[in-house]
């Protein structure tokens, strides 16, 4: 069955750093992948999308790079203020029969920038 | 814009009672809509999804059930419920007809089953 992995670990960093977080996955090849952020008691927000065939995506201060032969994605938020502490959810994404997709989310891992 | 409700934000609830949780959009039509779980220390994990009225799938086995009785109401509910039920439900939405676009959740609602 498909898994994914995030750090499970807080990753913790000093403000104006980049933070980066990981996403493996396996038993699976996503067409798509997503980020997302969740703050505590709320649902997830999305944040980014790449495609397959897209190896970097940018907005603003956040960088996804997305390697299907090493099943990773790499997660980037330059310039990390602390309204960025979130837990930050990796998804793979699968099409499903008749419309709509579905979303295998990973644990998430929990940033906090500090001052 | 678009805007999805969820209720209620909380509910606390004995073994073996019924439950109901409700969720709308606004703004938007033909959604696709979807219902997640978020257990304590765990993912998010996909219950049901619906293309259309009255069109469910269910992704796990288990005493919850889902309807959609209109284009923009989608309801979870559970007969009697569990210890094991306890967790976040979080409902959330996506554009229909579009396979790789990124899904918008709702507020949640927390339930605890005592």
């Known amino acids: 069955s498909q898994k994914i992995e995030q750090n499970s670990e807080a990753l913790n960093i000093q403000e104006g750093k980049t933070a980066t977080l990981t996403c493996n996955y396996t038993?699976?090849?996503?067409?798509?992948l997503q980020w997302y952020r969740q703050d505590p008691g709320r649902g997830p927000v999305f944040l980014l999308l790449?495609?397959?065939?897209?190896k970097e995506k940018r907005k603003e201060r956040l960088k996804v790079t997305f390697d299907t032969t090493l099943k990773q994605s790499l997660f980037h938020i330059t310039a990390s203020q602390p309204a960025d502490s979130a837990t930050y959810l990796c998804?793979?994404?699968?099409?499903?029969?008749?419309?709509?997709?579905?979303?295998?989310f990973g644990t998430g891992t929990q940033l906090k920038v500090e001052l | 814009s678009q805007t999805i409700h969820q209720w209620p934000a909380t509910l606390v609830q004995p073994v073996g009672s019924p439950l109901s949780l409700e969720c709308t959009v606004e703004?938007?039509?033909?959604?696709?809509l979807y219902w997640y779980r978020q257990a304590a220390g765990r993912g998010l994990q996909l219950l049901f999804y619906?293309?259309?009225?009255?069109?469910i799938s269910s992704e796990v086995p288990q005493n919850l059930s889902a309807s959609r009785p209109q284009d923009r109401q989608f309801i979870l509910s559970s007969k009697k419920l569990l210890l094991s039920d306890s967790g976040f439900y979080l409902c959330?939405?996506?554009?229909?007809?579009?396979?790789?676009?990124?899904?918008?959740f709702g507020p949640g609602t927390r339930l605890t089953v005592t």
């Open positions: 959330a939405w996506s554009v229909r007809g579009h396979s790789n676009y990124e899904q918008y």
């Open positions: 038993n699976y090849s996503p067409a798509y």
């Open positions: 790449i495609r397959e065939n897209e």
């Open positions: 998804a793979l994404d699968r099409v499903l029969t008749g419309g709509g997709n579905k979303l295998t």
């Open positions: 703004g938007t039509s033909n959604p696709n």
């Open positions: 619906s293309v259309g009225i009255g069109q």
